[in-house]
């Protein structure tokens, strides 16, 4: 027997009934008819615009605050069209466009008049280069709907925004023209629509979350350093799933000017006076294929220090205080690893291992450095990544595979977070978690019905995005197994806390110290019952080996 709890959002659209009256609400720009979702019992607005069409004459711009009002009824039934990317396969279902600066607003239907309830805004991960809101990991029915079942409802939204190239260009003709970073610039101008506009939905302005994971908590991590941490009231409280601002690359022009160059050339804008200018001038289905951030040597297009609105590097803001002093929740995965190491039998030996850690892309460490490293993680598999597997080296993915895995894990995630939480903590009430379930495989069929599946590959482990599903209470992908959805129960109402009051505790939860309640930080782990459920840890884990990285995260350039 299946329930309507059991279907994804794009089937139980489908197959609802027609509420009799469509739900509507009016912006300072207008009135949006959206959808009613009787299963749920919620209002859907999707694909609302929140800044101009980015094509033509605003691409390369800075995003542009909507300039237009109307006395009709707008529709807002559907996602909007994914930013350009080069994966349109599984990003563009509803479409791919430069007119792509939407958001999604998910609420409980019947708020009392008055009422304002908490928001929380998902920016979605994809390397910074792929990804759209409208992927159905990223369905906050599930999410919202646990809001209001413990009794602390909340509205969810989330929101499309440029990518790759598309966001992030930069050349000495782009940071001259100041139209840098625009991604984050795009995620600001969809949180001032959300200060002028959520309370109409019945969301509270003044008690609004940033929310991501991936490349999405790069960009919250960022966004807490943008200006030197003003928030402009804009947010106040964050959420970071896998990532930190310090995580990503910042290459300046003598990365990014002979890939813009080439830009330039293949659009035939060399000779231009203003060769910025005439990229705008390109038609969008010409200038797309020279994007493609696949195309592009190194990790791909990230943002920059631009003085402005990065006005340094990550780790100086963070180490100078210079970031927004608000409540974080933030974590990682036990085998963050095994998404970035070389699976294909490539690291056997020490030989092996020193080359890639002395020439990989972005790492930029001297040859001393990379022996230290070494000696900091030696060839033990016991105590690799993934994590508990013993003296198992899975071999077939390289001899050294679980060595080379934790360390860099270390490098782009746990070094990381152990480095912002020391410091977030100094000015705010800040929780970590590490998260320690193997997430479940859907092998399901196409109308999820009969959910079976599987644990993800041993190698893998308790792999990057493993938490993802817990936290958005899908059983889509959380899996049918009981312990697993208490885990997901567990973690949705501890979220949804946090997004309520700054503090993810409440009654029938496991205790979640402050991070700055123990000497070496406090850590909770998260896991089903059957691994023996949550419990607090000192954040000491591979101790040495994280301190020594976060030193060289001011080099993560190409």
């Known amino acids: 027997m299946w329930s309507w709890t059991w279907l994804p959002l794009a089937l139980i659209l489908l197959a609802s009934p027609i509420a009799a009256t469509d739900p509507t609400v009016t912006v300072l720009n207008g009135t949006y008819s959206g959808l009613y979702l009787p299963a749920f019992d919620q209002d859907l ?3 609302i615009p929140y800044a101009q069409d980015t094509g033509g004459q605003n691409r390369f711009l800075v995003p542009q605050a909507l300039n237009e009002t109307w006395a009709d009824v707008r529709t807002a039934k559907k996602y909007g069209n994914a930013c350009p990317d080069n ?40 390397s910074y280069q792929v990804g759209t ?8 029915t599930y999410l919202v709907q646990r809001s209001v079942e413990i009794g602390k409802p909340i509205i969810g939204a989330s929101i499309n925004y440029r990518k ?35 309370s109409a939905f019945g969301g509270d302005p003044n008690s609004v979350t940033i929310w991501g994971e991936s490349a999405g908590s790069f960009a919250i991590g960022q966004l807490l350093m943008t200006y030197g941490g003003q928030t402009s009231n804009l947010f106040h409280r964050s959420i970071q799933e896998s990532g930190s601002a310090s995580t990503a690359w910042y290459n300046g022009s003598s990365w990014y000017q002979p890939i813009y160059d080439k830009i330039v050339a293949q659009t035939n804008c060399s000779s231009a006076i203003d060769t ?3 990229l705008r001038t390109i038609p969008y289905q010409t200038i797309y294929p020279f994007m493609d951030s696949s195309k592009v040597d190194g990790p791909g297009f990230y943002p920059t220090v631009d ?13 100078s205080g210079r970031f927004a002093h608000i409540p974080h929740l933030y974590g990682t995965n036990s085998d963050e690893g095994t998404d970035n190491a070389p699976a294909d039998d490539v690291i056997n030996t020490d030989a092996d291992l020193y080359a890639f850690l002395l020439n990989s892309t972005g790492f930029d460490f001297p040859p001393a450095t990379v022996r230290e490293i070494m000696r900091l993680y030696p060839d033990d598999p016991a105590l690799g990544i993934p994590l ?24 782009f995630y746990h070094a990381p977070r152990l480095d912002d939480a020391r410091h977030y903590a100094q000015h705010s009430p800040t929780f970590i978690y590490r998260f320690n379930t193997r997430p479940f495989v859907n092998n399901t069929n196409a109308t999820f019905t009969d959910l079976t599946g599987s644990l993800a590959p041993a190698y893998k482990g308790v792999e990057h995005f493993s938490e993802v599903a817990f936290v958005f209470a899908n059983p889509e992908f959380v899996g049918p197994w009981p312990e697993y959805r208490e885990l997901s129960r567990q973690m949705s109402a501890q979220w949804i ?51 020594y990285l976060t030193k060289w995260a001011r080099r993560r350039h190409v």
């Open 45 to 47: 607005f999707l694909g």
């Open 87 to 126: 994966t349109p396969d599984a990003d563009a279902v509803y479409g791919m466009s430069e007119n792509c600066l939407s958001i999604n607003v998910i609420r409980p239907a019947g708020l009392e008049e008055g009422q304002k309830v908490p928001v929380v805004l998902w920016i979605h991960g994809g």
């Open 133 to 140: 809101s409208a992927l159905p990991n990223y369905n906050l």
């Open 164 to 198: 790759g190239g598309w966001g992030m260009l930069y050349s000495i003709e782009v940071q001259g023209s100041g139209n840098t970073n625009l991604s984050l610039r795009d995620m600001r101008k969809a949180l001032a629509w959300i200060s002028e506009n959520i």
């Open 276 to 278: 910025l200018a005439c």
């Open 307 to 319: 003085g402005d609105i990065m006005p340094n590097y990550p780790t100086q803001l963070l180490h």
């Open 388 to 411: 508990n597997t013993g003296s198992e080296r899975f071999a077939a993915e390289g001899y050294q595979y679980k060595r080379i895995a934790a360390i860099l894990g270390d490098v």
């Open 497 to 547: 806390n946090f997004i309520s009051g700054g503090d993810p505790n409440g009654v029938g939860l496991p205790v979640w110290p402050r991070y700055s309640e123990g000497v070496n930080g406090l850590n909770l782990v998260l896991q089903t019952g059957g691994q023996g459920g949550s419990y607090v840890e000192e954040d000491t884990y591979r101790l040495a080996g994280r301190e």
